[in-house]
């Protein structure tokens, strides 16, 4: 079956901007979450969503939100984009039931803010 | 908080030779515990995973054990490929969430 898609896969953006990104998960997962990588930080959890419902959210700013529709796809979306923004975004979707549930993720959204 | 803390890298090894790559880990209560690798310009692939404590995770060569008592999950496989040159990460989750905490990454290069 196919894997968690993420779109789009490159884009560039002007600092001031804001920028959306888009995941499909997994048939049949219905938790998604969302990882920043960049070079400095490693790998850092943005946010999970199961049922359209924000379950867990890490330590970054406002401008940082997503969601999830009904579909269980999901958009992460950064606001008034900086350039230290610039990284791998990476989504990730699971059955989302319990602990132990093995976490796919997509090939990732590069972002460069210039 | 939970955290993982893997070995500085790069491991550099030359085909056929023995890896570890060691993690270890502090958590509350019995966490999953996971190696993603991550080839250029990628994303994760899940490349095993355990569960509970003694537990052995394995694929394509590649072996971990869940060892509570020293609270790691050494990655090990015996003989390397050129194709094997990645970077690997691990990571646990937390107990009921479905949130990541990763290890900063082992960069591996194999030579022929």
């Known amino acids: 079956k196919a894997g968690v898609t993420q779109t789009p896969r490159y884009l560039i953006k002007t600092r001031g901007q804001q920028v959306t990104l888009s995941c499909s998960p997994i048939s049949g997962h219905r938790s998604v979450s969302w990882y920043q990588q960049t070079p400095g930080q490693g790998l850092q959890f943005l946010f999970e969503y199961f049922s359209e419902t924000q379950r867990n959210k890490g330590n970054f700013p406002g401008r940082f939100s997503g969601r999830q529709f009904s579909n269980s796809r999901s958009e992460m979306n950064v606001s008034t984009l900086e350039l230290g923004d610039s990284a791998l975004y990476l989504c990730?979707?699971?059955?989302?039931?319990?602990?132990?549930?093995?976490?796919?993720f997509g090939e990732g959204s590069w972002l460069t803010v210039v | 908080g939970n955290s993982v803390t893997q070995m500085e890298g790069p491991v550099t090894l030359s085909e056929e030779a023995f890896l570890t790559i060691n993690c270890t880990y502090t958590?509350?209560?019995?966490?999953?515990l996971f190696w993603y690798v991550q080839y250029p310009g990628e994303g994760l692939q899940l490349l095993l995973k355990?569960?509970?404590?003694?537990d052995k995770g394995s694929n394509k060569g590649f072996e971990a054990t869940y060892r509570k008592e020293t609270t790691s999950f050494h990655l090990e496989k015996g003989s390397v490929q050129v194709s094997d040159s990645a970077v690997y990460f691990c990571?646990?989750?937390?107990?009921?969430?479905?949130?990541?905490?990763f290890g900063t990454g082992t960069r591996l290069l194999v030579s022929p």
């Open positions: 958590a509350t209560g019995y966490p999953s």
């Open positions: 355990a569960t509970k404590a003694d």
């Open positions: 990571a646990l989750s937390d107990l009921g969430f479905q949130k990541l905490v």
């Open positions: 990730a979707s699971s059955l989302g039931q319990r602990s132990g549930n093995t976490i796919y």
